[in-house]
């Protein structure tokens, strides 16, 4: 298996650009997670989805995040309009199971690297 | 609301030394897991090691293993025999059954490995 594959790697967009990073969730896995991560803030859950449903968006800060799953090989995270505040590494990831069913917590993909200037 | 704090930013350990990496977390829940991940400079998060908090055993990965204190809720990580692959951010993460598979982290400790 390829893991939990996220692209692209490295984003640098203008201020007021939309920015749409991508997923593939390991096959088989019913769970999807996007993390933020920032020096300031840590790792924050944003969004995830059980069977390509939004189960809890409360993460999301505010209304220029989107995020959908269209099907469970793949979900994006929309930014629209970026703002310089955004610059993260935003991280998928994916398990099998609920809570303690899955148990084995999650498997992450490798991160994108947003940088809005 | 479940809060995971690691109170040591940075660590340093000498190749071949043990080193013990702190973690607390504060829950009113009886069920739930427990895990270290690793960030080396890549960037991947990489599971080390994973601590269900019904088991009174103290989880082990080779040269990785645990000391879990449920009533004092802390959840340390002892590396032995430190490896320059070693170096990398560590992070202390919650899981319980009714946050719904969200994973909380803590800040995070990077570790140093001085050859």
Known sequence: ?117 | AQTVTQSQPEMSVQEAETVTLSCTYDTSESDYYLFWYKQPPSRQMILVIRQEAYKQQNATENRFSVNFQKAAKSFSLKISDSQLGDAAMYFCAYMAETSGSRLTFGEGTQLTVNP
């Open chain 1, 1 to 117: 298996d390829a893991g939990v594959i996220q692209s692209p790697r490295h984003e640098v967009t203008e201020m007021g650009q939309e920015v749409t990073l991508r997923c593939k969730p390991i096959s088989g896995h019913d769970y999807l997670f996007w993390y933020r991560q920032t020096m300031m803030r840590g790792l924050e859950l944003l969004i995830y989805f059980n069977n390509n449903v939004p189960i809890d968006d409360s993460g999301m800060p505010e209304d220029r995040f989107s995020a959908k799953m269209p099907n469970a090989s793949f979900s994006t995270l929309k930014i629209q309009p970026s703002e310089p505040r955004d610059s993260a590494v935003y991280f998928c990831a994916s398990s099998k199971g609920q809570g303690l069913n899955s148990g084995y917590g999650y498997t992450f993909g490798s991160g994108t690297r947003l940088t809005v200037v």
